[in-house]
């Protein structure tokens, strides 16, 4: 080791885990330090950057010896954009470490027995799998190292840079999103930039151009999205026709003006320029049929991996075990994606969500696919989610849940264990809030089966489906 007045350098350390947020693990002198871009195996010198009582923050210096689960990475800005921090290792490494999150996260914090657990879902395309990105248009551009920036520089259009609010990672090529999302994304840059269409300064609310939202469909349709600070028709219609003639791929072609403080539009109304206001994605049936079509606006959740969702679904509607005369109620409908996918499946589906648009978005889908016994509610799941709403709309023989990454309020799993449903399907995107949860019910449910699901390649992220069954139906 050796030591400057306000820096650590270590030398020749082994990188012996993966940790927490993409992280991976060094020990030295008994103290864990959390390091970036480095896979479990690797050899590096690393300079600590942040110094707690308990560990260390730091980062590579040198990669002396690779690991043998070190890959070759796709991404001409990996270790810069914050992003797929995975991306350097294995797929089936990454696989395996992400099993292994879920099943220390159940047995630690939820004491799961987690013996029922399968093998992870892995996604079949690692590159190229989003159907939705969001870009930030900003004045001032990440300097990458030592990179010198000239005074007149025009800013950048890419990613939020991960350390601070008010600067952009330029984005030559995501890896993330199938062609035309680049060009698209450039062709913006390249024409702001020739025709002097300012970008934005969230730090002082100056300039025009604030972010681009890209979104398409396995059925090939794609949704441009440009959101500007000030009504400049002047300086967006132009822009707008450009995209429109250069990519006849764009079938919906959308704005919003967006004079807010906060990059935040689900409040900000959508002007349509051309094309049609949503876009149409297709998802087969569980078991086979007519697959389901889902209209998706430019404020609709809709799963980002398109091919893993229905496999997520699939799993989900396999564990319900439905045989066509249940009551299933749907949490966090979203939607209502996960209710039109067990419809044909059972007599009545309930679904409930916080928001209207989206409860707006599952009628309208329902109705498209000719599902007759789905009904949406708007409102606070915990308000929403009462004994007068039951008694109204019957009891649930299965829930399924799927909510945010906070997990389920105490009040709605404090429902569920009133109403009792003989089977509760919980998903999650988030081990550790589930694991609290599954506790939580664990006085009136065993664990019966566990799937994790990898939407996410290159992430630390992971779902994870838990069916609980009620200990008397064991």
């Not at 110094?51 to 923050?57: M, P």
Request: glycine letters at 6%; proline letters at 5%.
């Amino acid at each position: 080791m050796s030591k400057t007045k306000q820096e650590i350098i270590l030398n020749d350390v082994s990188v012996t885990d993966a940790g927490a947020e993409g992280m991976a693990i060094v020990k030295h002198e008994g103290m864990v330090i959390f390091v970036p871009f480095v896979v479990p195996g690797d050899v590096i010198d690393l300079k600590i950057i942040k110094k707690k009582k308990n560990y260390a923050e730091g980062r590579m210096l040198a990669l002396k010896q690779p690991s043998a689960l070190r890959v070759p990475t796709a991404c001409p800005h990996f270790g810069v954009c914050g992003g797929c921090k995975w991306q350097t290792l294995q797929y089936d490494a990454q696989l395996k470490y992400k099993q292994q999150q879920v099943r220390d996260n159940l047995e630690r914090l939820g004491h799961v027995d987690t013996s029922s657990m399968r093998p992870i879902c892995g996604s079949e395309n690692i590159y190229y799998y989003r159907n939705k990105l969001e870009f930030t248009c900003s004045t001032k551009r990440w300097r990458n190292g030592d990179e010198e920036i000239p005074a007149d520089d025009p800013g950048a259009v890419g990613f939020h840079a991960p350390t601070v609010f008010d600067k952009a990672i330029p984005i030559d090529h995501c890896a993330l999103q199938r062609e035309p999302s680049n060009k698209i994304r450039l062709a913006v840059r390249d024409f702001a930039f020739a025709n002097g269409l300012p970008l934005y300064d969230i730090r002082n609310h100056t300039g025009f151009l604030r972010n681009i939202v890209i979104r398409c469909t396995s059925t090939g349709e794609w949704m441009v999205v440009v959101i500007v600070a000030e009504e400049r028709p002047e300086w967006l219609f132009p822009l707008l026709d450009h995209l429109k003639n250069l990519f006849p791929e764009i079938s919906s072609l959308l704005y919003i003006i967006n004079g807010k403080m906060n990059d935040s539009y689900s409040d900000l109304e959508v002007h349509c320029y051309h094309g049609s206001p949503f876009i149409t994605e297709s998802m087969p049936r569980f078991g086979g049929g007519n697959p389901l079509r889902f209209r998706i606006h430019p404020k609709s959740f809709y799963q980002t991996n398109s091919e893993q969702a229905f496999r997520l679904y699939s799993f989900v509607a396999e564990f319900a075990d439905l045989k066509g005369s249940e009551t299933v109620y749907d949490l966090y409908t979203g939607t209502g994606t996960i209710a039109q996918f067990v419809a044909d499946r059972c007599r009545k589906v309930v679904g409930i969500e916080y928001v209207e648009d989206a409860i707006a978005d599952a009628k309208e889908n329902a109705a498209c696919n000719g599902l007759s016994n789905c009904e949406f509610f708007a409102g606070d799941m915990a308000k929403v989610f009462t004994e007068d709403f039951i008694a109204r709309q019957g009891r649930p023989d299965v829930v399924i849940t799927d909510p945010p990454r906070a997990g389920m309020h105490e009040k709605v799993v404090q429902q569920l264990l009133d109403v009792a449903p003989q089977r509760i399907v919980y998903v999650s995107c988030n081990p550790a809030t589930q694991a609290r949860d599954l506790d939580l019910l664990s006085s009136h449910y065993a664990v019966a089966a566990l799937q994790p699901v990898d939407m996410f390649p290159h992430t630390q992220h992971v779902e994870n489906v838990a069916l609980l069954v009620r200990k008397d139906e064991n």
